[in-house]
């Protein structure tokens, strides 16, 4: 009985200390929930400008088609290298200047030639600046026959004051050289005959371009001149309408007009330096954008510097072709020629002055 109270006692004893020991137990700390972060704000994306392409002051899609015209024939040195001239210019201006090239008298020669520059037709015409004597003087004088004895006169003098005071009184006439310092070679004389003195000019019939520096030049010498267009040379020697020619070697091989002589002569006269120019009117030339100018200008330039090297190295070889075709070759004493063109010479406008100029380039 005792024993079973005691048991009783000790039970109740247990759950009193089992609970007081759950009470004594820390109470969990409440979970703390974590705040999402804040998003990170991106950047502000700036809008994106446009740049402003400045206006380039002309039309940037035009196309300029120029017609270039020369009586000399296509296979000549200086042509070939206007030909490339015209590619460069095309490549550069990405097609926006079209040069076509019209050689062997083609069209817009001679006297349509100079009639297409003065009113400002879309043309470069290759020619001496001796055809505008008309309109500038002294143009006359720069391709006066024995003024020059190199190249590189020739060159060296297109770049003088003088020169450019001389292209300034041009433009005031409505005239614009483009280039004026291709030099296509010597003239000297192929005919039937040697031409050994000036007495040998007497009665010749002669063709010489449409030129009165020409005239000068072969009525000073006696001679009877016509003029003719280069392409009509061989039939006419065929025929005999003329018996002799004054031309550069780089003219006469293309084009063997030895052929149309019976005894043909390549008298060396050396008449004349061939001083040419490309000219177009000078509302045409400012009526193109600067920049294709700017082009057209260094372009043709370098194809007179190439073509007058090209042509003084070979005029040698050229001649030896026309010697070995069956041509007699003739070198007479220049005195006779020069003293009988020397009264006309002295009376072109200003020439002591630009005889005096040339000399003292050497």
């Known amino acids: 009985m005792k024993i079973k109270k005691f048991l009783c006692v000790f039970c109740a004893l247990a759950l009193l200390i089992t609970a007081f020991a759950g009470c004594s137990t820390p109470a969990a700390e409440p979970e703390v929930v974590a705040e999402p972060a804040a998003a990170t704000e991106a950047p502000a994306v700036e809008p994106e400008v446009e740049e402003e392409v400045a206006d380039p002051g002309y039309d940037t899609e035009k196309v300029y088609e120029i017609k270039l015209t020369s009586n000399d024939p296509i296979a000549a ?31 817009l020669v001679g006297d349509e030639g100079i ?43 297109m770049e003088t004051d003088m020169m450019a005071e001389m292209n300034q009184e041009a433009y005031a006439a409505g005239i614009h050289g483009v280039v004026t310092n291709f030099v296509v070679g010597c003239r000297n004389t192929l005919a039937d005959k040697a031409i050994n003195s000036v007495e040998d000019f007497a009665g010749l019939k002669i063709r010489v371009p449409a030129n009165t520096i020409y005239a000068d030049l072969f009525g000073a010498m006696g001679a009877n001149y016509m003029p003719l267009a280069f392409s009509e040379v061989f039939s006419a020697m065929q025929t005999g309408m003329i018996e002799a020619v004054e031309v550069t070697p780089g003219n006469a091989v293309p084009t063997k007009l030895w052929e149309a002589l019976k005894t043909p002569h390549y008298s060396m006269t050396k008449h004349l330096l061939n001083v040419v120019g490309l000219f177009t009117g000078e509302e045409f030339w400012q009526s193109l954008p600067e ?49 009988a063109f020397a009264p006309v010479g002295e009376s072109y406008f200003r020439f002591n002055e630009v005889f005096a100029a040339v000399k003292a380039l050497d």
């Open 77 to 107: 040195i200086w042509m070939q290298q206007i030909l490339a001239a015209t590619e460069r210019i095309s490549d550069r201006t990405n097609g926006k200047v079209d040069i076509q090239v019209y050689a062997s008298g083609e069209m």
């Open 115 to 157: 009639e297409a520059v003065m009113s400002n037709t879309a043309v470069f015409y290759f020619i001496a600046p001796s055809a505008f004597a008309d309109y500038v003087p002294v143009y006359k004088t720069i391709c006066a026959p024995y003024l020059w004895e190199s190249y590189m006169q020739v060159e060296k003098f």
């Open 291 to 339: 920049p294709y100018r700017v082009i057209i200008e260094e372009e043709l330039d370098a194809a007179a510097r190439a073509a007058n090297k090209e042509v003084s190295d070979q005029d040698a070889s050229l001649i030896q072709q026309m010697v070995d075709a069956g041509v007699v070759l003739v070198e007479p004493d220049l005195t006779s020629f020069q003293d």
